[in-house]
């Protein structure tokens, strides 16, 4: 393969697409392609850098900090912070699943995944709500010390990109439904898809520094 | 494997290793092993979410090298930050 044609994410997507029709079992992305299109990895690769300077400041603040640090996770729930979990991985599992869905040209079989993303998404914000008022209810706020403000800085800015993600969710539900996608042509989808697997990923940092490790 | 498969497994794999986390959260004691312990599951979940939810695994290079190299330095960072913690307070002192 010529390697203008392997550097073009678009060029790769319509030759495997074609590729895979052929023989009728889309089961794995091309060699080299890119997932959705080259301006969602943009915005992934900053929400990833935002993200990995703002682990910095946690490792910095523990290694200031490392009583408070040691103590902190022990105050918050984990049942909150376990739940939120399962809810990220199981909606980004969803998203697999409606473009698996799509690429099979079983649309209403996508919209219901993509459904079962919201309504995991939501079920993230519905815990998190519960688990701020809980921790308001025992006194935890951002000002009690480094531990807690890096816990509310994190967590919220992971919570802005969920709702952003949901925004997202919804206009490719609404494209879904409207039959805009085909086994051919779904990069939008595949887009979305990307950026919420990537703010799971996130969570699966943020989890196991602020909740488990003690 | 087909494609399918490997995600409902995975799905449920990355849950086990997520309630076994919390586990560990709740009864171990904290040391350098559970750290440890803590990081390659980190590194494992995130491993298995940009190979095969992400689709990376066969995917542009750079992208891949980028977001796989996430979860080698974050972990590797945890633990570095347990074992030479003092180090590091002392380097980002002003």
């Known amino acids: 393969?010529?390697?203008?044609?392997?550097?073009?994410?678009?060029?790769?997507?319509?030759?495997?697409?074609?590729?895979?029709?052929?023989?009728?079992?889309?089961?794995?992305?091309?060699?080299?392609?890119?997932?959705?299109?080259?301006?969602?990895?943009?915005?992934i690769l900053s929400e990833m850098t935002e993200f990995a300077l703002l682990f910095g400041v946690y490792f910095i603040a523990r290694a200031h900090y490392p009583e408070v640090f040691r103590e902190g996770p022990a105050r918050l729930s984990t049942l909150a912070g376990t739940l939120n979990t399962v809810m990220m991985i199981s909606g980004s599992y969803f998203v697999a699943k409606a473009v698996h869905a799509i690429r099979q040209n079983r649309q209403q079989s996508c919209l219901r995944w993509l459904l079962l993303v919201l309504l995991a998404a939501c079920g993230y914000l519905l815990i998190k709500a519960l688990e701020f008022r809980w921790n308001l209810g025992h006194g935890i706020t951002g000002g009690m010390n480094l531990f807690f403000t890096v816990y509310y800085y994190l967590t919220f800015t992971h919570m802005v990109h969920v709702v952003w993600g949901m925004m997202g969710l919804m206009w490719v539900m609404v494209r879904t439904r409207s039959g805009a996608y085909s086994p051919q042509d779904h990069d939008g989808l595949e887009a979305f898809a990307s950026y919420w697997h990537a703010t799971d990923l996130a969570w699966l940092v943020i989890f196991p520094l602020l909740y488990v490790l003690h | 494997m087909p494609h399918e498969k490997l995600l409902d497994r995975l799905w449920l794999?990355?849950?086990?290793?997520?309630?076994?986390?919390?586990?560990?959260?709740?009864?171990?004691?904290?040391?350098?092993?559970?750290?440890?312990?803590?990081?390659?599951?980190?590194?494992?979940?995130?491993?298995?979410?940009?190979?095969?939810?992400?689709?990376?695994?066969?995917?542009?290079?750079?992208?891949?090298?980028?977001?796989?190299?996430?979860?080698?330095?974050?972990?590797?960072?945890?633990?570095?930050?347990?074992?030479?913690?003092?180090?590091?307070?002392?380097?980002?002192?002003?």
């Open chain 2, 13 to 94: 794999l990355l849950v086990a290793l997520t309630l076994g986390g919390a586990w560990i959260g709740e009864a171990a004691e904290p040391g350098l092993a559970v750290t440890i312990v803590i990081s390659l599951t980190m590194a494992f979940k995130g491993r298995m979410v940009v190979d095969h939810f992400m689709e990376l695994k066969s995917a542009n290079r750079t992208l891949r090298s980028l977001m796989r190299g996430f979860f080698y330095v974050i972990p590797a960072v945890t633990v570095l930050t347990t074992l030479f913690g003092d180090w590091l307070a002392r380097l980002t002192t002003l």
């Open chain 1, 1 to 43: 393969m010529p390697a203008r044609i392997r550097r073009d994410g678009r060029a790769l997507n319509e030759e495997y697409y074609v590729s895979q029709t052929a023989l009728s079992s889309p089961e794995a992305p091309a060699e080299g392609r890119i997932p959705g299109n080259k301006g969602i990895w943009a915005g």
